[in-house]
Protein backbone atom coordinates (compact mmCIF):
# COMPACT_ATOMS: atom_id res chain seq x y z
CA UNK A 1 0.00 0.00 0.00
CA UNK A 2 1.25 3.44 -1.45
CA UNK A 3 2.08 5.60 2.30
CA UNK A 4 2.87 9.26 2.67
CA UNK A 5 4.57 11.05 4.79
CA UNK A 6 3.05 13.95 6.73
CA UNK A 7 6.61 15.92 8.65
CA UNK A 8 9.71 16.13 7.27
CA UNK A 9 11.77 14.56 9.88
CA UNK A 10 11.91 11.35 9.27
CA UNK A 11 12.86 11.62 5.17
CA UNK A 12 15.19 14.10 6.17
CA UNK A 13 16.91 11.44 8.95
CA UNK A 14 17.08 9.06 6.44
CA UNK A 15 18.94 11.34 3.95
CA UNK A 16 21.50 12.31 6.63
CA UNK A 17 21.81 8.06 7.06
CA UNK A 18 22.39 7.93 2.90
CA UNK A 19 24.64 11.03 2.57
CA UNK A 20 26.98 9.42 5.22
CA UNK A 21 26.76 6.12 3.83
CA UNK A 22 27.30 7.24 0.21
CA UNK A 23 30.33 9.22 1.58
CA UNK A 24 31.67 6.07 3.35
CA UNK A 25 31.78 4.00 0.64
CA UNK A 26 33.15 6.64 -1.86
CA UNK A 27 29.85 6.61 -4.11
CA UNK A 28 28.68 8.48 -6.45
CA UNK A 29 25.26 9.51 -7.03
CA UNK A 30 25.61 7.83 -10.25
CA UNK A 31 26.71 5.04 -8.84
CA UNK A 32 23.62 4.69 -6.51
CA UNK A 33 21.35 5.07 -9.40
CA UNK A 34 22.53 2.40 -11.56
CA UNK A 35 20.49 -0.23 -11.82
CA UNK A 36 17.30 1.64 -10.93
CA UNK A 37 16.18 2.79 -14.71
CA UNK A 38 15.37 5.84 -13.13
CA UNK A 39 17.48 9.48 -14.02
CA UNK A 40 20.37 10.39 -11.56
CA UNK A 41 18.65 13.43 -10.93
CA UNK A 42 15.50 11.64 -9.77
CA UNK A 43 17.46 9.20 -7.74
CA UNK A 44 19.03 11.60 -5.81
CA UNK A 45 16.13 14.00 -4.96
CA UNK A 46 14.97 10.85 -3.63
CA UNK A 47 17.13 10.19 -1.82
CA UNK A 48 17.53 13.48 -0.34
CA UNK A 49 13.94 13.34 0.67
CA UNK A 50 12.23 14.78 -2.27
CA UNK A 51 10.24 11.81 -3.95
CA UNK A 52 9.44 8.04 -3.00
CA UNK A 53 11.17 5.69 -5.38
CA UNK A 54 9.62 2.26 -6.99
CA UNK A 55 10.25 -0.65 -4.20
CA UNK A 56 12.87 -2.40 -6.97
CA UNK A 57 14.84 0.71 -6.86
CA UNK A 58 14.70 1.43 -3.33
CA UNK A 59 15.87 -2.04 -2.90
CA UNK A 60 18.55 -1.56 -5.17
CA UNK A 61 19.76 2.02 -3.53
CA UNK A 62 18.92 0.00 -0.22
CA UNK A 63 21.88 -2.82 -0.93
CA UNK A 64 24.24 -0.92 -2.57
CA UNK A 65 23.94 1.70 0.72
CA UNK A 66 23.01 -1.23 3.71
CA UNK A 67 19.97 0.06 4.22
CA UNK A 68 17.68 -1.86 6.37
CA UNK A 69 13.93 -2.87 5.78
CA UNK A 70 12.17 0.29 7.12
CA UNK A 71 14.87 2.41 4.94
CA UNK A 72 13.59 0.61 2.17
CA UNK A 73 9.89 1.25 2.85
CA UNK A 74 10.64 4.58 3.74
CA UNK A 75 12.31 5.55 0.60
CA UNK A 76 9.30 4.06 -0.85
CA UNK A 77 6.85 6.72 0.95
CA UNK A 78 5.81 9.89 -0.73
CA UNK A 79 7.43 12.61 1.38
CA UNK A 80 6.40 16.31 2.51
CA UNK A 81 8.27 17.74 -0.82
CA UNK A 82 10.30 21.30 -0.18
CA UNK A 83 13.64 21.51 0.83
CA UNK A 84 14.26 25.19 1.26
CA UNK A 85 12.61 26.33 4.62
CA UNK A 86 11.44 29.55 4.11
CA UNK A 87 13.30 32.75 3.73
CA UNK A 88 16.16 33.53 1.47
CA UNK A 89 18.73 29.96 0.74
CA UNK A 90 22.15 30.79 2.32
CA UNK A 91 24.19 27.57 0.88
CA UNK A 92 25.92 29.96 -2.10
CA UNK A 93 24.73 26.85 -4.86
CA UNK A 94 21.13 26.71 -3.72
CA UNK A 95 21.01 30.70 -3.32
CA UNK A 96 22.38 31.33 -7.45
CA UNK A 97 19.40 29.17 -8.66
CA UNK A 98 17.01 31.46 -6.16
CA UNK A 99 18.88 34.55 -7.71
CA UNK A 100 18.54 33.19 -11.74
CA UNK A 101 14.41 32.88 -10.75
CA UNK A 102 14.96 36.50 -9.33
CA UNK A 103 16.44 37.82 -12.07
CA UNK A 104 14.66 35.55 -14.89
CA UNK A 105 11.63 34.66 -12.85
CA UNK A 106 9.62 37.18 -15.15
CA UNK A 107 11.20 36.54 -18.09
CA UNK A 108 10.75 32.89 -18.11
CA UNK A 109 6.77 33.46 -16.79
CA UNK A 110 6.21 35.89 -19.64
CA UNK A 111 8.18 33.94 -22.54
CA UNK A 112 6.20 30.48 -21.34
CA UNK A 113 2.83 32.27 -21.02
CA UNK A 114 3.08 33.86 -24.50
CA UNK A 115 4.54 30.71 -26.49
CA UNK A 116 1.96 28.47 -24.30
CA UNK A 117 -0.77 30.30 -22.89
CA UNK A 118 -1.94 30.74 -19.31
CA UNK A 119 -1.27 27.51 -17.43
CA UNK A 120 1.83 26.36 -15.79
CA UNK A 121 5.00 24.10 -16.13
CA UNK A 122 4.68 21.18 -14.54
CA UNK A 123 7.41 19.58 -11.69
CA UNK A 124 5.48 16.58 -11.36
CA UNK A 125 5.65 15.52 -15.20
CA UNK A 126 9.19 16.86 -15.15
CA UNK A 127 12.96 15.66 -16.03
CA UNK A 128 15.84 17.48 -14.61
CA UNK A 129 19.41 17.23 -16.59
CA UNK A 130 22.92 18.69 -16.03
CA UNK A 131 26.23 18.26 -17.70
CA UNK A 132 29.41 19.85 -17.79
CA UNK A 133 30.95 21.42 -21.25
CA UNK A 134 33.60 22.86 -21.85
CA UNK A 135 33.46 26.78 -22.20
CA UNK A 136 34.90 28.26 -25.38
CA UNK A 137 36.87 31.03 -23.17
CA UNK A 138 38.39 28.25 -20.97
CA UNK A 139 36.82 26.48 -17.95
CA UNK A 140 33.62 24.68 -17.63
CA UNK A 141 29.98 25.49 -17.92
CA UNK A 142 26.86 23.69 -16.46
CA UNK A 143 24.06 23.41 -19.22
CA UNK A 144 21.26 22.59 -16.88
CA UNK A 145 17.78 21.39 -18.57
CA UNK A 146 14.50 21.87 -17.22
CA UNK A 147 11.86 20.06 -19.06
CA UNK A 148 8.27 19.90 -17.65
CA UNK A 149 5.22 19.12 -19.18
CA UNK A 150 2.85 22.28 -20.16
CA UNK A 151 -0.81 22.95 -18.19
CA UNK A 152 -3.14 24.84 -19.41
CA UNK A 153 -5.33 27.01 -17.12
CA UNK A 154 -8.58 25.60 -18.05
CA UNK A 155 -11.76 27.94 -16.60
CA UNK A 156 -14.72 26.25 -14.56
Known amino acids: MIQSQFTPEPREELAATVVD ?14 GTGLSVAF ?6 GQHAL ?15 EDAVRLLQSIPLRGSIPGGVPTDPTIYRFYEMLQVYGTT ?3 LVHEQFGDGIISAINFKLDIKKVADPDGGERAVITLDGKYLPTKPF
Do not use: I
Open 21 to 34: AKARKDLSWQDLTD
Open 43 to 48: VTAALL
Open 54 to 68: PADAAKTVAAKLDLD
Open 108 to 110: LKA
